[in-house]
């Protein structure tokens, strides 16, 4: 007996984790058993073959049928990169959040990486209120932590800074505008909102995970483990799945847009002897390929400096790419051009570039969730220097992705 129950549990050790169906770019649709799932590449054992795909060629995993979240009540967490979590219950101890997910899963991650919470998620006009609500906030760019009551039927907000959690992790702290601080049970919270602000050091999105209850993960990496699916969220936040929870793995990064397919809805651009130095679609200043350090870029934006681009994202995207740098077929002077990129005002990140550097381009990768207005600014910089001849950027492949 004891010699079967080994036979047994090897045969299951040495199983495929799960049936499901890859798609790739060129549109095949490879079937079969998932044999592994790595930072690179997902191999399906189709008929006894191995098939390996990177991850670069696919769409999609289908895994299992879809469901959703239906429980009698439930509370959803948002994180800080987009990741949706339906939970049964939650408590914040000091700095660290435990949820206990639908599925019956049980997880902990740092405070830092929550965006908001909504208790009372089962009911559509509850959810619908309270997405108005955080939209209306970042529209109106409010920079306060909220605490949320019902009241009469109502939500009321109160705004403040939101502290770390009790011991008992049935409390946090809660200090109002008005300076006053009290302790908070969460009991009697229909929904807390953290003033993050953009976080520029997130990870990159590498696929969008959902699972049977609706759960969305949004992953900078998911590798295949002996017991599921381990998920590192783009906010650093780390979850682990069994395989038959998992409903599809996305690898498609949502909708794709072209910066040079927007219309900037404030354009300021440098004037010589009253003629302007407009800003260039797909060609560079002189109307030629865009090409750095010796590779031609068939999308992308010319800049001269001073030029400034401002794009009313609405808040529809979370990761914008390029690959910035000094043009091989413009000439001008030596010295520095400054990339300057902001969110709502504030600057995500700045560059300096000098033709006289050896490598004279740089990959640009940053997470712009809810950024409702970037803003793009290339200008003359070092030394005081005010002249802006020949100094220009190129910003090859620039996009913005969901």
């Known amino acids: 007996m004891y010699a079967t129950r080994v036979f047994i549990a090897a045969l299951i050790a040495a199983a495929p984790l799960n049936a499901a169906e890859l798609r790739t770019l060129q549109g095949e649709t490879i079937s079969g058993d998932i044999a592994s799932i790595t930072a690179k590449e997902v191999t399906i054992l189709r008929n006894g073959v191995r098939v390996a795909t990177p991850l670069a060629q696919i769409l999609h995993v289908d895994c299992n049928p879809a469901g959703k979240a239906s429980a009698e009540h439930f509370i959803d967490i948002e994180l800080t990169d987009g990741t949706l979590l339906h939970c049964e219950k939650y408590t914040i101890k000091g700095r660290d959040v435990s949820a206990k997910l639908l599925t019956g899963k049980e997880f902990s991650f740092p405070l830092a990486t929550v965006s908001n919470l909504i208790t009372e998620a089962q009911v559509e006009k509850t959810r619908k209120e309270w997405s108005d609500r955080i939209s209306d906030r970042k529209a109106k760019k409010k920079r306060r932590d909220v605490l949320a009551v019902r009241r009469d039927g109502f939500l009321n907000a109160l705004e403040g800074t939101l502290g770390d959690g009790q011991d008992s992790g049935e409390v946090i702290a809660f200090t109002s505008t008005s300076g006053n601080s009290r302790a908070v049970s969460l009991s009697g919270v229909a929904g807390l909102i953290f003033e ?172 712009i969730k809810d950024v409702q207005k970037l803003k793009i600014r290339v200008a003359p910089g070092g030394d005081g220097l005010k002249l802006d001849l020949g100094l220009h950027l190129d910003l090859a492949d620039a996009k913005v992705s969901k």
């Not at 969305?216 to 682990?240: D, H, M, N, P």
């Not at 409903?247 to 002897?273: C, I, M, N």
């Not at 794009?311 to 690959?323: C, Q, S, T």
């Open 196 to 367: 993050r602000g953009v976080d520029v050091n997130a990870g990159p999105l590498v696929c969008k995970i959902t699972d049977t209850l609706g759960d969305t993960f949004v992953a900078s990496k998911a590798v295949s483990t002996s017991s599921g699916l381990s998920i590192t969220t783009s906010c650093g936040a780390v979850f682990e799945l069994t395989m038959p929870t998992v409903v599809r793995l996305d690898y498609s990064g949502g909708k794709l847009a072209w910066l040079s397919d927007f219309e900037p809805s404030q354009v300021t651009e440098s004037f010589v002897d009253n003629n302007p130095f407009h800003y260039k679609r797909e060609r560079n200043l002189e109307d030629g390929q865009l090409r750095l350090d010796n590779v031609i870029y068939a999308r992308g934006l010319a800049l001269h400096a001073t030029t400034e681009l401002e794009y009313d994202l609405k808040g529809d995207y979370r990761e914008f790419k390029a690959v910035a740098g000094i043009d091989d077929l413009i000439g001008g002077l030596p010295g520095a051009t400054i990339l300057r990129i902001e969110g709502d005002g504030k600057l995500l990140k700045e560059f300096s570039f000098d033709r006289r550097d050896k490598v004279r381009h740089r990959e640009i990768v940053l997470n």
